[in-house]
């Protein structure tokens, strides 16, 4: 089966004959223009072959355009950060505008996305990485997001209209680049990064309209739900039977919900099983795989992409990543070794 065939039936619920892996990575410094984002993302594929290719945009490419200072101070996420934020108080969000997609920083991922499927076309399903309003919002403010959910609600809301427009555009625009599906980050779908209160009024509504004016544009939609804490707890309830989605991804090794649970919650595929800040990143290649398959063993074979729970380390042993990939390409899942799996 080809990788696109494996990834369909997969999100169908249904075993092909071999467990899809999809590994993705920052490319600091080398991502900043279309031509070195390209140029890594085909390179890194090539080595490893995975099944599903997530295009890593720098980790602030939504707010340059609006004039945030974007610089990258040596993370080991290899993300970049923002020197300088355009939001140093409220009124500076009256005077944000629309952005054009197709010009500017925005328009250079694009660019990317079109490179990158000349190689990807008819190799690897591709999906292009979208952060979700309140996760641009927060990155394009230099005080906390949830200060201005309380003090300027009114005027958060606009902009989070506004922006909400701009994502689904940009996310249009990889799609009409090439991109075969999108993979929606959001960093607010905890307990501990917002209030109840503060998710359903500045977060939920937002990605509902960002995942239903995308749905039946894209192949295929992805859900990252970020958990920054060990332990944290994710409103998963609230997005797990979200329309339009057809699988969920969050940090599952670390976070206080299983990949079985997250599977018997939404019925759809879960996309993890990879410890990537632990012994992924510090451990042996035989430590490594141990604890994916593991991990395979308890989320169960089917609707299952094993895939890192957030973006993989700068500094993630390249020989961990090599086993682990060849390792899940070994399962037969009608072997008998897995029948209890299947």
Known sequence: MSKFNILKQTFLGNLGDSIPISIWKHHPEKDRTPEGLAAEEIAFHKQFDHDLLKVSFHGRYPVVDWGCEVVYDGAISGSTTCERCVIQEASGWEVLEPLDVNSGELGQQVRAIELIQKYAQDKVPTMATVFDPSMVADKLSERPLTDYMDENPDALETV???????????????????????????????????????????????????????????????????????????????????????????????????????????????????????????????????????????????????????????????????????????????????????
């Open 160 to 342: 989070l209209e506004m922006i909400t427009n701009v994502m689904v555009d940009f996310a249009r625009a990889t799609l009409e680049a090439g991109a075969d599906g999108i993979f929606i980050a959001t960093q607010h779908s905890t307990h501990a990064s917002v209030t109840d209160d503060q998710y359903k009024k500045f977060v939920f509504p937002f990605d509902s309209k960002l995942i239903s004016k995308l749905r039946g544009k894209a192949k295929f939609m992805v859900m990252h739900l970020h958990a920054r804490e060990e332990n944290e707890k994710i409103r998963f309830e609230k997005i797990a039977n979200t329309p339009g989605l057809d699988a969920l991804n969050w940090e599952d090794q670390s976070a206080d919900l299983t990949l079985s649970d997250g599977k018997e919650q939404s019925r759809k595929t879960v996309m993890g099983g990879i410890d990537h800040n632990g012994v992924f990143r510090t451990g042996t290649p035989d430590e490594a795989e141990e604890q994916v398959l593991e991990a395979v063993r308890e989320a169960g074979l089917r609707r299952l992409v094993v895939a890192p729970g957030c973006v993989i380390t700068v500094d993630t042993p390249m020989e961990n990543i090599e086993t682990i990939v060849k390792s899940i390409r070994s399962i037969t899942p009608w072997a008998k070794e897995w029948e209890d799996f299947a």
